[in-house]
């Protein structure tokens, strides 16, 4: 992708944020309050940007943790997704829960660059245009916090695969389709397994 397309892509993610924010919590439940930026975006400033999935973007769902473990989505974001259309953008967006860090083994060093409380940081989107974004990057966790960080979505990872492996199993053969229940226990199980192999490649 462009590095111009790539801005402008980012740019588009903040005013849809800020678009579906303004719907009422009737016609969209779940409530997205940040978007962060990381990857490759936030330079150094090249001609193209790995398309790697699309723009990296971390949003902040107003949701407890226990409802967002690490590669699964919490309810209500498929509306959430339609209303804003980022579905079809060339956006690769992961949903974190808010009250806990951003940042994990993926979401290395992001940058926020929208939120509901405070609108768009035209301030930060101005240093990604021009490639300036690695100096609002905050610095890495220390190994023993990332470690800590990992058990914590591990323990979270575990328990949204058991519920899920349970309501699979529950409901397979009810009426209607499985495929919803069926994604949800491959993503809560892709999620696990993505943190395993993360604290793997944190052991000394």
């Known amino acids: 992708m462009k590095w111009t397309t790539a801005v402008r892509t980012l740019e588009e993610v903040a005013q849809r944020c800020a678009h579906v924010s303004a719907q009422p919590a009737a016609i969209v439940p779940l409530r997205v309050v940040e978007a962060w930026v990381h990857g490759a975006l936030l330079g150094p400033r090249a001609e193209e940007v790995p398309d790697d999935g699309g723009v990296a973007v971390a949003l902040v769902a107003d949701v407890p943790a226990a409802a967002c473990a690490w590669g699964s989505r919490p309810p209500g974001t498929g509306q959430w997704l339609a209303a804003s259309g980022l579905a079809r953008r060339p956006v690769s967006l992961v949903l974190r829960p808010a009250g806990v860090p951003v940042a994990n083994h993926a979401v290395r060093r992001p940058v926020r660059f929208w939120s509901a409380a405070e609108g768009v940081d035209a301030a930060v989107l101005a240093a990604v245009r021009e490639g ?70 944190l052991a000394p």
Do not use: F
């Not at 492996?165 to 999620?191: F, Q």
């Open 132 to 201: 300036e974004g690695e100096r609002l990057r905050p610095p890495e966790p220390a190994p023993a916090e990332l470690a800590a960080r990992l058990e914590a979505e591990l323990e979270l990872a575990l328990a949204q695969l058991r519920r899920t492996g349970a309501d699979y199993a529950a409901h397979r053969w009810d009426p209607g389709s499985p495929l919803a229940r069926a994604d949800a226990l491959s993503e809560a199980a892709l999620g696990y397994l993505e943190l395993l192999d993360a604290r793997g490649r």
